[in-house]
């Protein structure tokens, strides 16, 4: 259920419409075509032989068998190809002194994880491809492999990449006391240490790794056809793509099109440039014949870039009376064997959320990125700011623990309150708008929070076997991802503006492109409700075109919720352009000033009689340009390119129910309610939709997901079967809200959605966690918290053996959802 409050502008008629998205008919029935579907004539395919091995030298790689093999066109090494120089790029050198070792296309000596490619085999069809990398026999010398990242920092430890003297990528700090934001935390520390007024609360958290898992695995075509080189790929980012395969590979990017088609999700997973790609490129020059690359799904949850994996130890000094005076944050973050595009600043996104929606004096922050022979970790849906949450949100239970506070009015004596809005917080960012209040009444009343607390009390003082627990999670978030300056403070290497062009066809019709380039948002649906209200035009005669670098040839693409803040907002500014010019050309049709003219409802009209034009009578007009002034270009049409001042901060508050059976440890997640501040909906089933899908992403961190390595780092639960991606079955229905404090920063008002509900529902569901077993001893319990991890903490609070264990409630279905008739609650958890 969604409710959306009265907003504080009158909607117009599109926007704030629950439009079913339009793009969706030809997604589920089949009538578009996915990078796997594109297949040009000759088109060879290729299999990547991928070392089974975390660290080991490659000693000889032999190819006989395979080459033999039916339908094999060859196989090939890094030095066939002759791409042993070739490094794939890192955009975001955080530090001048960041250490980035060369990331190959394929290993030529080394291997550093388990997955990484050593040879690929090209074939006539996909299978025999794939058949043939099985006979590559590849001779290893097994090393020692680099898992944890503490000892990988501690002296004598086996280096990833010995040429680079160390295991330690970077350290980058943000330290209020420094900037001039705030105070200085050793201050805050010492003076907390030394008042019996004040307490120090210090915790480590872990971060597990996990697994993007988009819907369509990646996939690439390259054809080499024709003048230029053009790249069907399933990309988050065709522009960005374009741009470094051409660096790459030492291409001219005027002769490189890249198409990204519709692409079946992403969640920060197709952010990258891939080696897998650039073979592509590599193999289609040398044989002049199209190359196309699918992976299987154990290939993509083995090699694609993985997310999170963070220690975060955190400091928090507070006055007795509740007054949070400081905090201090350290991460070590695992950026696995090699850099990511953007892996190295994915802490920094977080570095500036952890003072979250509260004031704090002081806050120092600090990260040192980590090498290990893992896969490597880069963007995961929220991309540092679910960690960052995560730590904040955690440590306010803990305080509010501490201090014998209700953690909600904890929460409500430090957060900024709206009066105080615009408010730069101690990490140096201007929060435009919001309103905690609000959003924290409207979920404290549809949650029934003083009911629950009462029911909580009551299953304690009866010694239930089944416990309640409540979590709390107050978020914002940082998203928008853009000030191109702000990011270029941080030394991110590209900017954030986005591009959008507009045009008005002879027929009236209006067709829109977008850098953006969506993969399951429904920027056609919500970008075409912008433009239909703003030129008046019906919502069916507006196109968005993306995805197509030839189409829409300047972007920055989809990622860090961005796409409306900056891209919709682009397609606003060309919007207005249009219709400037649109005023000049119904000024000499209408044989009036410009300045008598109105525009309302896609009609120009001279103010106070009924002569007037509709827009598209002013488009065919520009078409024939005729009767048309002198001074102007014909056609009806207009490019922009903006770049805003300021991110996007939406926030809302969270709140889950979850009952804990004691004596197997399962968790079940009764209720969840969110509220959530996104400014100006554009579209209110898009933006549910996109709070359903997070919710689930963030909560099967908390409760179900971890890639797990063994001892020789070999990732043990890379399939769908043993890596507990929930399903819809596993979750109870969400009672979801929004609130709208329309954002200052931008016109329409609106703020990123995308990541909110993963962001802010983990520490919501592990603080219900540890709310419903604190009083059993339990301090707290790693994620994933899965009913064997719960129930052993229980016994070992409890001083009882863990030796024999419960019934393995691992797997989501087990643990969630699952009917319970005696349950009198059963109607809220479906
Ligand atoms: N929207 C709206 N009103 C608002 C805010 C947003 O109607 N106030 C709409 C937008 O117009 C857009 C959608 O909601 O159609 C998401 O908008 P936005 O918050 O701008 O996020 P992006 O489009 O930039 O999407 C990126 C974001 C990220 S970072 C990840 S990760 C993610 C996500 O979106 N991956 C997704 N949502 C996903 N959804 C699907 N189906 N698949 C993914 O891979």
Request: charged share 20%; hydrophobic share 40%; with cysteine.
């Amino acid at each position: 259920m969604t409710t959306t409050a009265e907003p504080t502008t009158t909607p117009s008629p599109e926007v704030g419409k629950a439009r079913v998205r339009k793009e969706d008919a030809r997604l589920i029935t089949g009538r578009t075509r996915y990078t796997d579907a594109i297949t040009p004539q000759g088109t060879l395919h290729i299999h990547v032989v991928r070392s089974p091995l975390a660290h080991a030298k490659v000693l000889g790689v032999d190819k006989s068998e395979a080459a033999a093999s039916p339908g094999v066109i060859g196989v090939y090494t890094a030095a066939d190809l002759g791409v042993e120089s070739v490094g794939l790029p890192c955009a975001w050198p955080i530090t001048p002194d960041m250490k980035a070792p060369q990331r190959p296309l394929l290993a030529s000596s080394t291997v550093h994880f388990a997955g990484e490619g050593v040879a690929v085999v090209v074939a006539r069809s996909a299978a025999e491809a794939r058949d043939a990398a099985d006979l590559v026999d590849v001779d290893y010398e097994e090393l020692e492999p680099v898992l944890d990242m503490e000892a990988a920092l501690a002296e004598g430890a086996t280096l990833v990449h010995p040429d680079l003297g160390t295991n330690e990528n970077a350290t980058w700090v943000l330290d209020s006391g420094e900037a001039g934001t705030g105070g200085r935390i050793g201050d805050a520390i010492a003076a907390a240490e030394a008042d019996p007024d004040s307490v120090v609360v210090k915790r480590r958290f872990r971060q597990q790794r996990l697994i993007p898992a988009f819907m369509e695995p990646r996939s690439c075509v390259v054809d080499p056809s024709g003048e230029q080189l053009t790249i069907y790929a399933a990309t988050q980012v065709p522009h960005i793509l374009r741009t470094m395969t051409t660096v790459t590979m030492g291409l001219n990017e005027s002769k490189v099109r890249v198409i990204a088609p519709d692409v079946g999700g992403g969640f920060g997973g197709k952010i990258g440039v891939l080696p897998e790609e650039m073979l592509c490129v590599a193999l289609a020059n040398k044989l002049r014949r199209p190359v196309k690359w699918t992976e299987t799904r154990s290939e993509s949850m083995l090699a694609a870039h993985h997310g999170r994996d963070q220690i975060q130890d955190i400091t928090i000094t507070a006055k007795r009376d509740g007054t949070v005076t400081g905090l201090d944050v350290h991460l070590l973050a695992d950026m696995g064997a090699y850099l990511g595009l953007v892996g190295p600043g994915v802490p920094i996104l977080g570095a500036f959320m952890y003072n979250a929606i509260y004031k704090i004096p002081a806050l120092k922050f600090s990260c040192t990125n980590v090498f290990t022979t893992k896969t490597l970790t880069d963007a995961y849906r929220g991309a540092g700011r679910p960690e960052a949450t995560f730590a904040i949100e955690r440590i306010m239970d803990e305080l509010a623990v501490e201090l014998g506070r209700d953690p909600m009015d904890l929460r409500k004596q430090n957060w900024i309150p709206h009066e105080e809005f615009p408010f730069t917080t101690v990490a140096g960012l201007t929060y435009d708008s919001g309103n905690y209040e609000q959003a924290t009444a409207q979920a404290v009343e549809m949650f029934d929070y003083d009911g629950l607390r009462r029911e909580q009390e009551e299953r304690r003082r009866n010694n239930d076997p089944v416990q309640l627990g409540i979590g709390i999670s107050t978020f914002t978030e940082m998203c928008g991802i853009a000030p191109s300056r702000l990011l270029g403070s941080l030394s991110y290497g590209a900017g954030g503006w986005e591009a959008a062009s507009v045009r008005m066809l002879a027929t009236g019709k209006v067709e829109v492109t977008t850098g953006a380039s969506p993969h399951g948002q429904g920027h056609e649906t919500a970008f075409s409700q912008i433009v239909a209200d703003q030129l008046g035009v019906p919502f069916e005669d507006v196109e968005i075109l993306h995805g197509d670098t030839q189409v829409s040839p300047k972007g920055l693409d989809t990622y860090g919720s961005r796409s409306l803040v900056v891209g919709g907002i682009a397609v606003v500014k060309a919007v207005d352009k249009v219709i400037a010019k649109a005023r000049k050309i119904a000024a000499h049709l209408l044989e009036a000033s410009e300045d008598d003219l109105e525009f309302a409802d896609g009609t120009f009209t001279v103010r106070g009689t009924d002569k007037g034009k509709a827009i598209q009578e002013i488009a065919f007009a520009a078409f024939v340009a005729h009767d048309y002034p002198e001074d102007m270009e014909p056609s009806l049409d207009a490019d922009a390119v903006y770049d805003p001042e300021n991110f996007s901060y939406p926030h809302g508050t969270h709140l889950a129910a979850v009952e804990i059976d004691t004596e197997t440890g399962r968790v079940h997640l009764r209720k969840y309610v969110c509220v959530d501040d996104v400014g100006t909906v554009i579209n209110p089933l898009i933006v549910e939709g996109q709070v359903h899908g997070g919710l689930a992403q963030g909560i099967a961190q908390a409760l179900f997901e971890e890639a797990n390595y063994d001892e020789q780092g070999t990732l043990v639960n890379g399939t769908l079967v043993d890596y507990t991606l929930p399903s819809a079955a596993d979750l109870p229905n969400f009672d979801t809200a929004v609130v709208s404090t329309p954002a200052t920063s931008n016109p329409l008002g609106v703020k990123g959605v995308g990541e909110a509900g993963t962001i802010a529902s983990t520490p919501a569901i592990v603080n219900g966690v540890l709310d419903a077993l604190r009083h059993l001893g339990v301090r707290d319990i790693e994620m994933p918290t899965t009913s064997q991890r719960v129930w052993r903490a229980i016994q070992e609070a409890q001083g009882r053996s863990t030796q024999q264990t419960p019934v393995d409630t691992h797997s989501p279905g087990a643990g969630l959802g699952s009917i319970d008739p005696n349950n009198p609650q059963e109607e809220e958890v479906q």
